[in-house]
């Protein structure tokens, strides 16, 4: 069934685990995400990003979501806007079935500038007062996801911030977040610790300097009630570098979030944890293994079997990991 998001991270902070949030574009994408959560018995976020409305169209997207939630009674779904710009963006999701929208005013509307305090504030209650009012969740941000080794921004939306960014506003400040909460009346929030979007998180295996757990420590000192976000979850696991290496690719090594990292978030309030780079990797690691083992392949179905498994092994670890497996 649908469900909001505000269901789910209530259930979630009862019972003390977290719940991933698999990004979707396609068909193959719902279907590994709803097998594992079937596998498991777990509840899930299925989210879909602005540049996912634009390359499935919304109707599509709604009748993936639609397909996937009658296909798998079972399972508790919440479908939500992953990083929405601004009001109409997140009207229009709901408008299109979404349950719960993240309006992500840590950026401006453009998605590349840090925003104002103020801005964010704003834009924020405003939609969080339109979508109560249908019924749909809302997940705020405060901080600006980016690398506390570089200043880079990363891949914010996949457009990249402009120029570097300082460590107050990379790393989410716990009193402000109080404010922020209190003003906007969010359902959730999403913080800044040290991770970005992207497979190009840190370059060592990250320790406290680079990924900030402590920050998620102290605004949950000061925030017990609220649900915290960790974007740029993925971990990056060395195994599907090595696949994709192993088959033409060429990423040069890199680290991402560690899976225990996460699962200490989970203990210090964080309920969503984003995930969309494990999955394309998953995914992305396959189509090469076909490709260089069966030159003569040409059916995707040849491609896309394989790659569903994968990624649907990657999305069943994470299930069981953070505790979400077993809560459908
Ligand atoms: O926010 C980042 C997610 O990985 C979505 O990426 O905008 O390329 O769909 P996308
Ligand atoms: P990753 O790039 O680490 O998978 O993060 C995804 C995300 O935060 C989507 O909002
Ligand atoms: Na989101
Ligand atoms: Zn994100």
Redesign the pocket.
Known sequence: ALITMRQLLDHAAEHGYGVPAF?INNMEQGLAIMNAAKAVDAPVII?A?RGARKYAGDLMLKHIMMGLVEMFPSIPVCMHQ??GNNMGTCLSAIRHGFTSVMMDGSLEEDMKTPSDYDYNVDVTRRVTEAAHLVGASVEGELGVLGSLETGEAGEEDGSGAVGKLSHDQLLTDPDQAVDFVMKTKCDALAIACG?S??AY?FSRKPDGEILAMSTIEAIHAKLPDTHLVM????SVPQYLQDLINAHGGKMPQTY??PVEEIERGIKMGVRKV?????CRMAITGQFRKIAMEHPDEFDPRKFMIPAMAEMQALCRDRFERFGTAGHA
Request: net charge negative; no cysteine; proline share 0%.
């Open positions: 990004n989210q990003s992953d990083h991770t979007h992207g998180k974007h740029g979850s993925s991402g979030v984003n995930i969309d780079t494990d």
